[in-house]
C-alpha cells in the first residue's frame, strides 16, 4: 500500500531536483528522506530517479508516476478538508473547474451567486484549468463538477454532460473603420483585411483553425495581431488596430470606440458545457449541478 508520507517526500525531491534541498523544504535530515526515496522505489519496483553526483533528475517512469502522485496528493487534501469540515458539522465544500468562458459569460458567477444565497456558509474552491485537466480531475474525485469547452466522450465510463451555451462569435471592428457604415458585410470585403486572432486554447494548431473558418466562410484574414483573451482583443481593436471575431456575452453592452456587427452566414460560436461524474457522493453536489444547468435556460 502506498505511503502518502513518501509520496510527499517523493515530490518534494522530484521537484527541487536535489535530496538536501528537499530535505530542507520538509525540515528533515537528508539520510532519513533519501531511506524513504529508497524505499518506495523498493517497494514500487522502480527507478524514479536518475542520481549522480551533481544532482538527481526524474527517469521517464518517475516523471509519469510524479504526474498521479500530484493529483493523489491533492485528492487526499481535499478528503482530509472535507472530513474536518463534516467534523464540524459543515457540508463540506466543493471544488469547482472551470474554462475563462464560463466566467466571461456570467454563468458561474451567476451560480455561485444562488448557492451563497442557499448555502452561506459553504467553502468553494475553484481550479482555473484545461477541459483534459478537469476530466482527470472529476474521475479522480478532487473536482465535483467541471465547466469546458468541449464535452467528454459520449461513451465516457465515469463522465456525464450536457450542454450550457453556444455563444455566437460577432464582428467587432474600430468605430473608425470604413466598414463600420454599413449594417450587413459580406465575406468579400472583410478579404485581406487586418486581423487580430483570438486564441485562448492549449491546442497550438488554434491558430490554423481560426484561418480555415474564415476561409470556408470566404475570406482569407490577414492577421496582424494575436490576443490571448477576448478582453485584450477588444482593446487593440479600439484602438484601431484590427478586426477580430469575439463571442456576443463579451460585447454586450460595449459601444467605447468599436462597431459590432453580426455575421449571419459565419455560423461559428464558442460553445460550454457542464460536465460531472456519473456518482454523485454528496447531495450538495447534485444541487450545485442542477443550479449550474439552470443558467442555460436563462435560471
Request: one cysteine or more; aromatic letters at 6%.
Amino acid at each position: 500500500m502506498l505511503d502518502l508520507r513518501q509520496l510527499r517526500y517523493f515530490v518534494a525531491v522530484a521537484e527541487a531536483e536535489h535530496v538536501g534541498r528537499a530535505a530542507e523544504r520538509l525540515h528533515i535530515s537528508q539520510s532519513p528522506l533519501s531511506r524513504q526515496i529508497a524505499q518506495l522505489e523498493k517497494n514500487l519496483g522502480l527507478m524514479l530517479f536518475e542520481r549522480s553526483q551533481q544532482r538527481i533528475r526524474l527517469t521517464s517512469d518517475g516523471r509519469v508516476f510524479l504526474t498521479e502522485a500530484r493529483a493523489l496528493l491533492r485528492h487526499a487534501d481535499r478528503l482530509e478538508n472535507l472530513g474536518r469540515r463534516l467534523g464540524r458539522g459543515e457540508e463540506g465544500g466543493l471544488c469547482i473547474g472551470y474554462v475563462a468562458d464560463a466566467m466571461h459569460t456570467g454563468i458561474l458567477p451567476s451560480a455561485l451567486r444562488t448557492l451563497r444565497d442557499r448555502r452561506p456558509g459553504i467553502h468553494v474552491a475553484l481550479y482555473d484549468q484545461e477541459s483534459a485537466e478537469q476530466f482527470e480531475g472529476l474521475r479522480q474525485r478532487s473536482l465535483d463538477i467541471a465547466l469546458v469547452r468541449t464535452p467528454p466522450s459520449d461513451d465516457d465510463p465515469d463522465l456525464d454532460s450536457a450542454p450550457l451555451l453556444r455563444d455566437p462569435l460577432l464582428l467587432v471592428l474600430p468605430d473608425g473603420h470604413p466598414l463600420a457604415k454599413h449594417r450587413e458585410l459580406t465575406p468579400d470585403v472583410l478579404d485581406g483585411q487586418p486581423w487580430i486572432a483570438v486564441g485562448d486554447s492549449p491546442d497550438p494548431a488554434w491558430r490554423d483553425t481560426f484561418v480555415a473558418s474564415c476561409v470556408a466562410s470566404g475570406f482569407t484574414p490577414d492577421i496582424r495581431l494575436d490576443a490571448a483573451d477576448p478582453l485584450t482583443a477588444l482593446g487593440l481593436v479600439a484602438s484601431g488596430l484590427g478586426l477580430a471575431l469575439i463571442q456576443k456575452s463579451m460585447v454586450r453592452g460595449t459601444s467605447d470606440g468599436v462597431a459590432i456587427r453580426e455575421l449571419p452566414w459565419y455560423g461559428r460560436s464558442v460553445r460550454l458545457w457542464a460536465a460531472w461524474h456519473r456518482v454523485d457522493l454528496r447531495p450538495v453536489v447534485a444541487e450545485f449541478r442542477e443550479t449550474v444547468l439552470a443558467e442555460r435556460d436563462g435560471g
